[in-house]
């Protein structure tokens, strides 16, 4: 949808140039085409995350409605959603419910799964599948775990990679099925599995939303150390949520592997606030934060979306890669930088052609951004060291 929506843009603009250098007439068709792709190129470039506050025109009972031009009339749509206490214009509420989805055949709505009334006032992060980061997962027997609290997340997009960004939403069709726990993840060394805090039995037919990072979204793993941690929230550092109180993002408690500090039981109820500086991670109920459990953000990027539209074709050869990898490009290449999972710069490498291979033989195996920048035009690709 973006690279559509640019790609008309970038159409108009030609024809309105073209219309000028050949002395040609500009017909009010034109300037309306064009205003109306400037739209659209507006909206594509900003659906893909947004806030839904729950009012009394769009609330009932326990149901809040969503409307939303790339969800309504899509029962085929896939969606994940986390609280949000303070979006912008918000005086911040809580909703100290389990959220699910719900379709009800014409409209997508957020709902609690306890059947309580959902709270007016209420906001929420909804994310929108984009390309194929999003599936649907249904509890059954075939990938039920050794313990029933536990079903496995067979995807080949995180299947062998421990540093995959996984979020989950309960869903309640296709089985008619409440599902009032909390969950979370955890890797189990080849697998990602979705997990009951409370080690309650996850019911066949349960349905799930699932998210993987992808298309205009940075990943994001935050650790809530004792340095993080204030009373009922642990404070997030990172570049694109920084100071930027408009900023969106989803968000998953990831358990981790066996053995690792992370390996700590949250079954809380969580939403994220704006401080005035950063975003955070809060208990909806007020209790301490858990110390040293983590989380895996998806965060909202309108910088990437604009990059893909400009820098549009960027190759990674091997990729996985285990020592170098090679990136071709439509233009010359002007330099790389490489990010790990955290957000940080690992490495940069200058260029000066549209081909060139980069060393990585001393980063650790795990996944890494690339972003690839040709002048003022970049784009930001996976890479994965192996």
Same mark, same amino acid.
């Given at each position: 949808?973006?690279?559509?929506?640019? #790609?008309?843009?970038? $159409?108009?603009? #030609?024809? $309105? $140039?073209?219309?000028?250098? @050949?002395?040609?007439?500009?017909?009010?068709?034109?300037?309306?085409?064009?205003?109306?792709?400037?739209? !659209?190129?507006?909206?594509?470039? &900003?659906?893909?995350?947004?806030?839904?506050?729950?009012?009394?025109?769009?609330?009932?009972?326990?149901?809040?409605?969503?409307?939303?031009?790339?969800?309504?009339?899509?029962?085929?749509?896939?969606?994940?959603?986390?609280?949000?206490? #303070?979006?912008?214009?918000?005086?911040?509420?809580?909703?100290?419910?389990?959220?699910?989805?719900?379709?009800?055949?014409?409209?997508?709505?957020?709902?609690?799964?306890?059947?309580?009334?959902?709270?007016?006032?209420?906001?929420? !992060?909804?994310?929108?599948?984009?390309?194929?980061?999003?599936?649907?997962?249904?509890?059954?027997?075939?990938?039920?775990?050794?313990?029933?609290?536990?079903?496995?997340?067979?995807?080949?997009?995180?299947? *062998?990679?421990?540093?995959?960004?996984?979020?989950?939403?309960?869903?309640?069709?296709?089985?008619?099925?409440?599902?009032?726990?909390?969950?979370?993840?955890?890797?189990?060394?080849?697998?990602?599995?979705?997990?009951?805090?409370?080690?309650?039995?996850?019911?066949?037919?349960?349905?799930?939303?699932?998210?993987?990072?992808?298309?205009?979204?940075?990943?994001?793993?935050?650790?809530?150390?004792? *340095?993080?941690?204030?009373?009922?929230?642990?404070?997030?550092?990172?570049?694109?949520?920084?100071?930027?109180?408009?900023?969106?993002?989803? !968000?998953?408690?990831?358990?981790?592997?066996?053995?690792?500090?992370?390996?700590?039981?949250?079954?809380?109820?969580?939403?994220?606030?704006?401080?005035?500086?950063?975003?955070?991670?809060?208990?909806?109920?007020?209790?301490?934060?858990?110390?040293?459990?983590?989380?895996?953000?998806?965060?909202?990027?309108?910088?990437?979306?604009? &990059?893909?539209?400009?820098?549009?074709?960027?190759?990674?050869?091997? @990729?996985?890669?285990?020592?170098?990898?090679?990136?071709?490009?439509?233009?010359?290449?002007?330099?790389?930088?490489?990010? #790990?999972?955290?957000?940080?710069?690992?490495?940069?490498?200058?260029?000066?052609?549209?081909?060139?291979?980069?060393?990585?033989?001393?980063?650790?195996? *795990?996944?890494?951004?690339?972003?690839?920048?040709?002048?003022?035009?970049?784009?930001?690709?996976?890479?994965?060291?192996?």
């Amino acid at each position: 949808m973006q690279k559509k929506g640019v #790609n008309l843009l970038q $159409l108009i603009q #030609n024809e $309105l $140039l073209l219309c000028i250098t @050949n002395s040609k007439p500009i017909t009010m068709k034109t300037i309306f085409t064009f205003l109306l792709s400037i739209s !659209f190129t507006a909206l594509f470039a &900003q659906d893909i995350m947004f806030v839904h506050t729950a009012t009394a025109g769009n609330t009932s009972a326990d149901l809040t409605i969503i409307d939303h031009p790339s969800l309504n009339g899509n029962a085929s749509a896939e969606l994940v959603v986390s609280h949000v206490w #303070n979006p912008p214009g918000s005086p911040g509420i809580y909703n100290e419910h389990r959220t699910g989805l719900y379709y009800d055949g014409s409209n997508w709505g957020v709902y609690n799964e306890d059947g309580t009334n959902i709270v007016e006032g209420s906001s929420y !992060f909804i994310y929108i599948q984009e390309g194929s980061n999003m599936y649907v997962h249904v509890a059954d027997a075939g990938n039920q775990g050794s313990d029933p609290s536990y079903t496995v997340l067979n995807h080949p997009d995180i299947n *062998g990679n421990p540093e995959a960004q996984v979020v989950v939403t309960t869903y309640y069709n296709p089985n008619n099925s409440r599902n009032d726990f909390t969950y979370g993840t955890w890797y189990d060394g080849a697998f990602w599995n979705l997990y009951t805090e409370d080690a309650s039995t996850i019911q066949f037919g349960d349905a799930f939303m699932v998210a993987i990072n992808g298309g205009v979204s940075v990943p994001y793993r935050h650790a809530a150390t004792a *340095g993080t941690i204030s009373g009922n929230y642990t404070i997030i550092n990172h570049p694109t949520l920084n100071g930027n109180p408009d900023a969106k993002f989803v !968000f998953m408690h990831n358990w981790g592997e066996s053995g690792q500090p992370s390996n700590v039981i949250v079954n809380k109820i969580l939403g994220a606030w704006y401080t005035g500086s950063n975003w955070s991670i809060y208990t909806e109920d007020g209790s301490n934060f858990p110390e040293n459990s983590e989380y895996d953000l998806i965060i909202y990027d309108d910088g990437l979306g604009t &990059q893909e539209a400009t820098l549009q074709q960027v190759a990674l050869f091997p @990729n996985p890669a285990e020592n170098f990898v090679t990136i071709n490009t439509e233009n010359e290449i002007t330099q790389v930088e490489i990010y #790990n999972i955290l957000g940080q710069t690992v490495k940069v490498v200058q260029g000066n052609s549209n081909k060139m291979t980069v060393d990585i033989s001393s980063l650790n195996s *795990g996944t890494y951004m690339a972003k690839v920048t040709s002048g003022n035009a970049s784009k930001t690709v996976k890479l994965i060291k192996v």
